[in-house]
């Protein structure tokens, strides 16, 4: 299938869709400007619109969000499951690599630090509606599992599950690898020259491009806080741009070595330096504690999966928390597609929900438990070691005071600065592969259009720096926004992408068609031959 694409696009030469890329560009140069010479007012908007489309949109992404991952699964686990995607070709990618690829897409959005921050803060501030039951033992497995929540099964079925199939059923009948090709099932080939589908496409890079923009400063933010405190670096704008620039090279020269050799490359090391963070900081804490919490977490996950999916108490409590992670996980979850259909042709229905949904899944559950866990086990030995630097300075507070109480504590920061690094940069690579596509009409995006807006995001989050933390947390909380068109766009994959793999099956030999039911007109008709034969 996308051999075949890519041969046609070779012949044709490759062509941009100039309004695409004009207005995402020309809409990130100004949200960039308008942060800079008014800061204040660009984050009071942000900060309306987010409440607004958390109170109004809010039960709407829980709902679609879960639906998501209940259809998908049934659909793996029924006959469509041995669908083969993308035609008959045997996988590109080896299993390692290609689950390696994955993982770094939505992990690095921010995953190093919240794993650490995340199940503290429900440790010391229990979630509103396990406030009055959460103590001892229990209160730790609530935290962890609130986490789960919200990076487990339901966050990765958004972009890793039904919106990659129909993308890449869409490709095989000569669909662009755009955004827009997820509407096709309802617009037919319309949806190729339809304005909806540079709305749709453009809602999409805008909603993706603020998702990484804004965790690159962030990260930029945080690894400076840590290496001032760790190595004795100033705490300074010059070394976060020097940070964020160098992070900005490193994915630009990985965009350029095309997806075969940059992005698995990265990847891989990736997976290599986190199992590696995760046994160091695991073997100089406490194995059994971290084992024990891991299954009991799992457990109340399992106990409450419907009930903390569906939260819908306290209003301020959902949107700094729930809200917030499933808005910005939808945002991804188009762009996650685009990238995850063209690493996956060859592989089944069920493989790519095992690789893309399940396994993720388990990983990042596994690594939040590892440093969130200790994290955890620490406070509990010596409280407020970890909570009071946490409620005091934040998210990168709580990744330092964790090193910081374990042995070897350069050692490890070493390590996590490095994981974070480059977790960010697998992601930065894969979503400017993602935005390059989607603003083309035919081909591959070539790997300096990649480039380009790989660079582009890295300099707009240097410049957001000047503007301090907050320009940064207002991009962030701009995703959240850009996810209302996102969410619908979404949507109509719950009811498509069935019909999509029965058609596929049918195919492919795996369901029998369906008998076809003769219409008035045939039984007339049939009925007149009968009478004539019997005249005759």
Known sequence: MFSTLRSRASARGRRSDLWVTGATGAFL??????SLLSPRTVGAAVDTAFTWSARWFGAYWQLLMLATFVIVTVLAFSRYGRVRMGGSEAPEFGRFTWVAMIATTLLAAGGVFWAAAEPIAHYASPPPQYADGAGGAGRAAVAMAQSFAHWGFV??????????????RGVEKGMPLRP???????????????WIGAVVDISCVLAVVAGTVGPIGFLGLQISYISGALFGLPDTYAVQALIILGLTVVAAISVLSGIHRGIQLLSRANVWLALLLIVAVVSMASLPFVVDLYLQAGTVHAREFLAMSLYRGDETWL????????????????MMAIFF???SRGRTVRDIYVGATVLPAVVTTVWFTALGGTGIWLERRDPGTITGPYAEDGLPAAALSILEALP??????????LVALIFLASTLDSMSYAIAASGMREGEPSGLARAVWCVGMGLAAVALLLVGDGGIQALQSFIVVTAVPVGLIMLPTLWTTPPLLRDMAVEQGIVAPRPRTS??????????ARVEETVG
Request: hydrophobic content about 55%.
């Open 519 to 528: 219409s008035p007109s045939d039984r007339e008709g049939a009925e007149e």
């Open 155 to 168: 966050a990765w079925a958004a972009g890793g599950s039904l919106a990659t199939l129909v993308m890449m």
């Open 180 to 194: 827009r090709t997820l509407l096709w099932p309802l617009m037919g080939e319309r949806v190729r020259t339809h």
């Open 29 to 34: 140069a100004a949200f960039v400007l308008a």
């Open 341 to 343: 259909a063209r690493i």
């Open 319 to 334: 949107g700094y928390w729930t809200l917030f992670f499933f808005g910005w996980f939808l945002g991804f979850g188009p």
């Open 408 to 417: 070897m504590t350069a050692v490890l920061g070493v390590l996590t600065v």
